[in-house]
T-cell receptor
Framework: AQTVTQSQPEMSVQEAETVTLSCTYD???????LFWYKQPPSRQMILVIR??????QNATENRFSVNFQKAAKSFSLKISDSQLGDAAMYFC????????????FGGGTRLMVKP | NAGVMQNPRHLVRRRGQEARLRCSPM?????VYWYRQLPEEGLKFMVY????????ESGMPKERFSAEFPKEGPSILRIQQVVRGDSAAYFC???????????FGPGTRLTVL
């Protein structure tokens, strides 16, 4: 079974600085997708970024980028120029390409942004 | 383009009552997924449905829980004879196809007294 681990229950960052959230996963599949979702206090799940495992290039979305290390099964999220609105729970998620369509989530990292 | 709709947003039930949670997928999406989030935890997959079919219910508790996605109307997650342990946030997600990105609704927070 696939597992996703987020080893940092809480992180804090100063406004305008950069922070990296860690995620590791375990799978025997070769083709899969990885995601970061943001959950603000409203509890809405918002897709931040998506990475296809077959792509070597790391995905980027404006201030958000990932460091995808397939051999190490690591998928970290970097947030640059942190803003107060970035404060939220962040969940890393995995989905196999063919073996079912469920998302497997990590336990989450609470990010606090200090003004 | 409306997103995934869920209602009610908050639902309070007493032990032994039934809870019905509704989910309307995004326009053009025919794949629906239900997830449960217990306090201070990540989301856990429950069930995956396409129109009129349950594709994967490996995450559903064996008793009291059921889900459907009829040809017309929203997907329904039904919990019979609720217990306090059912208190959680229930999220629905939808996707256009089986390998497309899943977009989430705002969730239904169920409280069992």
């Amino acid at each position: 079974a696939q597992t996703v681990t987020q080893s940092q229950p809480e992180m804090s960052v100063q406004e305008a600085e950069t922070v990296t959230l860690s995620c590791t996963y375990d799978t025997s599949e070769s083709d899969y997708y990885l995601f970061w979702y943001k959950q603000p206090p409203s509890r809405q799940m918002i897709l931040v970024i998506r990475q296809e495992a077959y792509k070597q290039q790391n995905a980027t979305e404006n201030r958000f980028s990932v460091n995808f290390q397939k051999a190490a099964k690591s998928f970290s999220l970097k947030i640059s120029d942190s803003q107060l609105g970035d404060a939220a729970m962040y969940f890393c998620a995995y989905r196999a390409h063919n073996a079912g369509n469920m998302l497997t989530f990590g336990g989450g990292t609470r990010l606090m942004v200090k003004p | 383009n409306a997103g995934v709709m869920q209602n009610p947003r908050h639902l309070v039930r007493r032990r032994g009552q039934e809870a019905r949670l509704r989910c309307s997928p995004m326009k053009g999406h025919s794949h629906v997924y239900w997830y449960r989030q217990l306090p201070e935890e990540g989301l856990k997959f429950m069930v995956y449905l396409q129109k009129e079919n349950i594709i994967d219910e490996s995450g559903m508790p064996k008793e009291r829980f059921s889900a459907e996605f009829p040809k017309e109307g929203p997907s329904i997650l039904r919990i019979q004879q609720v217990v306090r342990g059912d208190s959680a946030a229930y999220f629905c997600a939808s996707s256009r196809g089986p390998t497309d990105t899943q977009y989430f609704g705002p969730g239904t927070r169920l409280t069992v007294l």
